[in-house]
């Protein structure tokens, strides 16, 4: 057993060797048509894999076209809405300014009238209280000269034009208050005027009641006196008138 190891070790194994495939009898074998086929079938596939690149790029192509016609009839729409939307704007801003400018031209129409109201007014008070004075002047004529020169210069003090053109409605309200004032003071003064001849004409009255009523009781006395004096003396006295 052991020498026949040794001799197994001893020997060298035997080595592998391909043998080249036997070609068949016969026909022989074109290595130049089977490439041939080969590249032809690889163009084929080539080609198919170029036609579906091209194919699929071409969709892809069309999509983005679609999609930027989307885009573009959305953003054509939007500046169509925000045209109609500013042209809106503008004609409502339009209306607003021109009801404004109405509105400002009536209320200054309102003004000026109420302004030529006012002065036309004034104007007709200055004018009746200088015909009031006026009045007050010739009636007072029989009076003394220089007391009548005295009351004529303290109402032209007191009359002052009003010059009252180139007045605003501001002014024109102080104007026509510090009229009013004055001829509140005026009336006053009036009032004051005619209560004092009330006064003096009640006083004139109980006066004029008081003699009369002593007269009738002198009367009356001296007719007593007179009854009671002989006949001879009652035609000395004065008769009682």
Not at 8 to 16: N, Q, T
Not at 108 to 113: F, G
Not at 161 to 174: A, F, G, S
Request: no cysteine; aromatic share 6%.
């Amino acid at each position: 057993m052991l020498a026949y190891e040794e001799y197994e070790e001893g020997e060298e194994k035997p080595k592998f060797k391909p043998t080249a495939p036997k070609i068949p009898d016969g026909e022989k074998v074109d290595f130049d048509d089977i490439q041939k086929k080969r590249q032809n079938k690889d163009l084929i596939e080539l080609q198919a894999l170029i036609d579906a690149h091209f194919e699929h790029r071409k969709k892809e192509e069309e999509e983005l076209i679609a999609l930027k016609d989307r885009i573009e009839k959305r953003r054509s729409e939007r500046a169509e809405q925000q045209r109609i939307r500013a042209e809106k704007d503008k004609e409502r801003q339009a209306r607003r300014e021109e009801e404004r400018l109405r509105k400002e031209e009536a209320d200054a129409k309102k003004r000026a009238d109420e302004d030529a109201k006012k002065k036309s007014a004034l104007s007709s008070m200055g004018s009746q209280y200088s015909s009031y004075l006026q009045k007050a002047d010739s009636k007072r004529g029989g009076k003394k000269q220089t007391e009548r020169e005295k009351k004529k210069k303290i109402l032209a003090d007191r009359r002052k034009p009003l010059n009252i053109d180139h007045l605003n409605e501001d002014k024109l309200r102080e104007k026509a208050k510090e009229l009013w004032e004055w001829l509140y003071q005026l009336e006053a003064e009036k009032f004051e005027h005619i209560e004092k001849l009330k006064r003096q004409k009640y006083e004139v009255t109980t006066q004029r009641k008081r003699v009369e009523e002593l007269s009738k009781y002198s009367k009356k006395g001296a007719a007593a006196r007179r009854r009671k004096l002989p006949e001879a003396v009652k035609g000395d006295l004065p008769h009682p008138a």
